[in-house]
């Protein structure tokens, strides 16, 4: 693996993995000596057995706490200030946030806004946020959006439909969570699609012009763990090692990216899901393969690598053979998924088409792409992914 001698940072929450990992939780109000934490969560996991027993560890430390349940899937720019109005106003001290990256994204949100104040919006790009927020403690109920590790908020705004990036260290959790047991109440599709975003997040980092040794060494077991486990994840009889695997690959990846970024895909599929409010798990898997056509030549060696931890045959293969190979793993990958292409999208006209170009260039994560990429390269990718059911 190259290693070079380039400044380069990485951070990352105090982790605990493990199964009923969830359960910890007691220790930890108790560690930052919370009276009265937020749980903000989604209206479809409270009622869940691993969910009752979080409760029921909460309830032993503390003789109240407040829930915000008000989030969405690609969480809303209201749903943050909401959030963050109802933590200032009932005296809250801690965060905890239950959920998948929705709620996690809108947890952290909630505590920019309560400690600086403003809109969430105005904390869009790369370390804009002043003062770090009260303590948060995140469980993870997915594999694939890692934002219990990152320092990635994704927040849409809704008067211009578009997602918007914060990216500081002042986001990143003090206190990951990572139990598999949650991981078993997933349906199939939304397995396969948050495992099919892990992926992706693991191998644009990889690709980075941001990468480093560190990254990198997270960023490939990444792609070893989730495409060896990912089919297995999806099956009705799976088991909770399987998960655990998956959740470990999740947050391989999830290490790599925070410190590496991303790239393209992620810079579409942001521009997409929010304008198209199209779900982001599905946008990253359709886009990955365009995506990949478009950056190999420029970083052929790191293309090869990810091809080889996928069990790609590479040996004796030129560049152009290794790629078509690549790509048709991964389209096999997702056809075994059952995650398919987008079917035309109506409506969907030229300055459509441009604005989501647009968006995308302005998205942060297009900044560390291995490859440079003009505004009509991504309105072609856009068209062909959305224009016409792919095969």
Known sequence: MDITMELRKFVAPEIITGIDARLMIGRYILHFASKKPMIVTDKNLPSLPWFINIMEEINKCVSEYCIFDQVTSNPRDYEV???????????CDLIIAIGGGSPIDCAKGISIVSTNGGDILEYEGVDEINLPGPP???????AGASADVSQFAI???TSNKVKKAIISKKVVPDLA????????TMDSYLT?????????HAIEAYVSNA??????????????????????????????????KMMLGSLQAGLAFSNASLGLVHAMAHSMGG???LPHGECNSILLEQVIEFNFDAVVERYTTIAEKMNVETKNLDQNQIKDRLLEKIRTLRTHLEISSFEEVEGLDG???DKLAQEAMEDPCIVTNPKNVSKEEIKEIFGRVLQRKQT
């Open 211 to 244: 990468h480093s040794y560190l990254a990198n060494v997270h960023a490939l077991e990444a792609i070893r763990m989730i495409s060896n486990n990912i089919e297995e994840a999806v099956k009705p009889n799976r088991s909770v090692y399987t998960m655990y």
């Open 351 to 353: 300055e459509i088409l």
């Open 192 to 200: 396969a699609c948050t495992g099919m975003d892990a992926l992706t």
């Open 275 to 277: 304008l198209l409010d």
């Open 155 to 157: 927040i849409c705004d």
């Open 136 to 142: 948060l403690i995140c469980i993870p109920t997915t």
């Open 177 to 184: 969570l990572l139990d598999a047991v949650p991981l078993m």
């Open 81 to 91: 200030m909401q959030g963050a109005e109802k933590f200032v106003s009932e005296k």
